[in-house]
């Protein structure tokens, strides 16, 4: 019984429930183990002037603390450019930013030491909006640009134009489990690092550069994570950095935990964008031009923010195919945490612009925005070339548009929310049906590869180790389920190792949503070589050359544990025995695995290439009720299809969709990043920063798979799906504005990414909706209406 395309639940599901899965945390303290800490810098940006941590060494129960001067190899780090300080030295450029850092024998000490801590700093003026970057010019690099056809000609002939701004918000990544890391001193220089890390090897390089040694005296292990969502790509790194640092100094095991107060103003987001927009589209609401600016927030070093940009970049079409383009996106440098890597990794904002401009067009038109959507579609067999030059094979999205409109009865329930809204007086419905075309690979080429380590044990069990981290995606239980299926064995026989460095070297980040296409297929070719050399044993065992059954591998089968001749195969071995002959007969059982992704090549300078293996896609349909008087929200039914070709397992797959949904509608609805004057987030623990729970979750929620057979260039027919739902929570914000639009005034043009209550309410305010209200109420109050 193949494995693959069953809901085979999660590897961890029994474990997590039961509380006998291991995060870092519940790691038992190991003997002589410090517990470190930081000294945060106390502005967003100054000067350090005085540092005395006399007192504070002095303290019992601190055995060191540490500041830049005892760093022993680079200060300096960052993924693609170094050039944020781990340790502060005369300058530091984030609220939180470790001046020094502290090992101490418990919790208390720790605490204590921090106060002690004398620092005397001078302020220097911080930049942390977008709008005051571009004030002031403070931006990390060059502009980068993408462009196609003749934008200002399209312009010039254009029907209708418009002009907009969209700002759109943060995120807080909120995995249950804060940062974390524990080092382990080893022998002459070497390092064991645990660490809650999406990508292991850069931690290894990292923590190696920090201490000064040579990468191999460094291991990161990764069992599993609490939760990544992208913040766990890069921002590992720094706690395991931390450790090390005290491990290496004290010769004693370091912990390093963040609070999750501390983890969420001490790390970065998804980035704040803010887009500036022209589009020209003709009387059908078929774009014919745009010209957009994108600017990120990027914080206060580059980490993985041209990545992140260019994502954006490359999904402003989304769905939507645009003769006539031109971006131009721009980091903008701000005095916060560096902004990271989160699900979707930009391409979220790119489409919340797209579109948004649709829903614009809409509005000037008067026509309903799902027809501006189909009528921009991508085509099948013209239209089908992205702006960045990539042509769309198996495009499903017009297939994907019309299906959903139908199935989800888009044109009654409209009809019946527009008499809705023009009766009520309390409350203001809105819906949305909006799409999603998700590249999948890295764009940057070389990360494209992966390795894989299968062993198999005399018993014919088997243990897989990849690059791959489990941070609660499912990627352990789909490689499990393609070495089973790969060696015919049950998946019960099959587990998979922590991830390590040294098992798996040189290994990407489990990110892009491409971990399981990537290791999968890694995993996959280890086994086939495996099974080449088991069919050749089993050959010789099955032959019977006095019956005409020659000894041919090429005849060889395996499933269910079996092993068979497929000519004649009702005589079979057990897997377990073929294993055990091949050990005598001094048959290789360990193999190593190596993939890359063909063909996929993307030019930077030029912006054009086809940086993609396949497009992910799906719609979703999604509709709001709106309390008038308080600006209140709730979704109240979601329809969505995702096209995952044929999924490796469905049930995760729809654990994924539904999951990355629900983040994509907190990001864009509840989810508000407020921060002080200072610079100091306000919205800083589960009680000021509202994700989505579970009584926000819709009443109504249909999710579905379309059968997509004609997918072929992926791992067995299949498609990742750990980002791409989630930028379909738009549709929410969408419903949103088209429910402000039925107001018949600008409200709807006023409204940010996110939509919280207040903000829905301050759009209201102020016009007719507003004198409505006023007007109901009184009515209401005054005459008992
Ligand atoms: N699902 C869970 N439960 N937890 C996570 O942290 N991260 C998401 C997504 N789904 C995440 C998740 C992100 S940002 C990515 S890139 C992918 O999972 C990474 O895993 P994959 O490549 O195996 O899909
Ligand atoms: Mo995901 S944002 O690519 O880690």
């Known amino acids: 019984m193949p494995s693959i395309g069953k809901d085979i639940a999660h590897d961890s599901a029994v474990t997590h429930v039961t509380g006998e899965s291991v995060f870092l945390d519940d790691m038992p303290p190991l003997a002589g183990e410090l517990l470190a800490g930081i000294v945060p810098f106390p502005l967003a940006h100054g000067k350090l002037k005085r540092l005395d941590l006399s007192a504070a060494r002095a303290l019992p129960g601190v055995a060191a603390i540490l500041t830049a001067d005892d ?17 502060v030295e005369d300058e530091a450029v984030f609220l939180g930013q470790p001046v020094a850092i502290i090992g101490a024998e418990n919790a208390d000490a720790l605490y204590q030491a921090r106060k002690l801590a004398a620092i005397e700093v001078e302020p220097l003026p911080p ?15 060059n502009p980068r640009n993408m462009s196609r056809g003749d934008t200002d000609a399209a312009f010039a002939t254009a029907e209708n134009v418009i002009d907009g701004i969209l700002e759109i918000g943060g995120q807080e990544h909120f995995y249950l489990e804060s940062q974390i890391a524990i080092a382990i001193p080893g022998e002459q220089g070497q390092m064991t690092i645990h660490s809650s890390t999406q990508h292991p090897s850069e931690v ?33 790194a720094q706690p395991a950095m931390m450790a090390a640092l005290l491990a290496a100094r004290t010769r004693r095991p370091v912990r390093f935990v963040y609070s999750k107060d501390d983890d969420m103003r001490f790390t970065g987001k998804r980035h704040p964008f803010k887009a500036v927009y022209r589009a020209g589209f003709n009387k059908d609401g078929i774009i014919t031009a745009i010209d957009v600016k994108l600017y990120s927030n990027g914080g206060c070093s580059t980490d993985l923010s041209f990545a992140v940009l260019e994502r954006s970049m490359l999904h402003l079409d989304n769905a939507y195919y645009l003769p006539n383009v031109r971006i131009e996106g721009r980091v903008c440098r701000t005095n916060l945490p560096s902004n990271t890597a ?20 809409a509005a000037v038109l008067k026509i309903d925005p799902l027809n501006v959507r189909q009528a921009n579609s991508y085509g099948i067999e013209s239209r089908n070339v992205t702006h960045y030059g990539q042509r769309l094979t198996n495009n499903v999205l017009p297939a994907l548009f019309q299906t959903l409109r139908e199935e989800c009865n888009y044109d009654a329930r409209k009809r019946e929310i527009d008499r809705f809204n023009s009766k009520s007086e309390t409350h203001l419905r809105g819906m949305a049906l909006s799409a999603v075309k998700f590249g999948i690979s890295f764009t940057r080429r070389t990360m494209n590869q992966a390795n894989a380590l299968v062993n198999v044990y005399q018993d014919g069990s088997v243990i897989v180790s990849t690059g791959a981290t489990e941070m609660g995606q499912g990627v352990f239980t789909r490689i499990k389920q393609v070495v089973a299926d790969e060696l015919g064995i049950l998946i019960t026989s099959v587990i998979t190792a922590p991830t390590s460095t040294d098992k798996n070297n040189n290994t990407s980040p489990t990110a892009a949503s491409a971990g399981t296409d990537l290791n999968g297929a890694a995993a996959a070719d280890a086994c086939r070589k495996i099974r080449q050399r088991l069919a050749t044993v089993a050959a010789a ?6 019956e005409g059954l020659t000894a041919e591998s090429d005849h060889i089968r395996f499933a269910d544990g079996l092993v068979f001749d497929e000519r004649s195969p009702e005589r079979f071995i057990a897997f377990g025995d073929v294993v055990c002959q091949a050990y005598e007969q001094r048959v290789s059982l360990g193999e190593r695995g190596f993939y890359i992704t063909p063909g996929v090549d993307f030019n930077r300078e030029t912006g054009k290439g086809s940086p993609f293996l396949y497009y992910t896609n799906g719609v979703a349909c999604s509709e709001v009720l709106i309390d008038r008087f308080t600006g209140e929200m709730s979704v109240t039914r979601v329809d969505l299809i995702m096209d995952v ?12 969709t539904i999951g990355g949904f629900v983040q ?21 623990s589960p009680t000021t920063y509202k994700i989505p729970n579970i009584s926000d979750i819709p009443p109504v929620l249909n ?17 990742a799906v750990g980002e791409p739902p989630l930028v379909l929570g738009i549709s929410v914000w969408l419903a949103v504005k088209d429910a402000l639009r039925s107001l018949g005034t600008d409200a709807a043009g006023r409204l940010s990414i996110p939509a919280t209550g207040e903000r829905i309410l301050a759009c209201m305010v102020g016009d007719y909706g507003e004198r409505r209200r006023v007007e109901f109420l009184a009515r209401y109050l005054l005459d008992g209406k």
């Not at 999710?703 to 498609?719: H, P």
Request: hydrophobic share 40%; net charge negative; charged share 20%.
């Open 541 to 546: 065992i099955l032959a019977r050359p006095a």
């Open 71 to 87: 760093v022993p190899g680079h200060n300096l780090f960052g993924p693609a450019v170094k050039d944020e300080l781990l340790l």
């Open 664 to 684: 994509g509608m907190g990001w864009v609805t509840g989810e508000e990043l407020v921060y002080g004057e200072k610079g100091q987030l306000l919205s800083n």
């Open 127 to 141: 930049v942390f909006t977008i709008d005051q970057a571009i004030a002031e010019a403070q931006f990390f690099g």
């Open 703 to 719: 999710v579905r798979f379309l059968e997509n057979l004609d997918s072929k260039v992926s791992l067995y027919r299949s498609k």
């Open 204 to 236: 290894q390089m990292m923590v190696a550069e920090v201490l000064g040694v040579p990468f191999n005296h460094v291991v990161c292990i990764c069992k599993r994570m609490g939760g990544g969502f992208g913040g766990k790509e890069t921002q590992a």
């Open 645 to 656: 070709g044929k999924p490796l397992n469905p049930g995760i797959d729809r654990g994924q």
């Open 342 to 361: 989160f699900r979707g990794f930009g391409g979220p904002q790119g489409i919340s612009v797209i579109e948004n401009v649709i829903e614009e067009i």
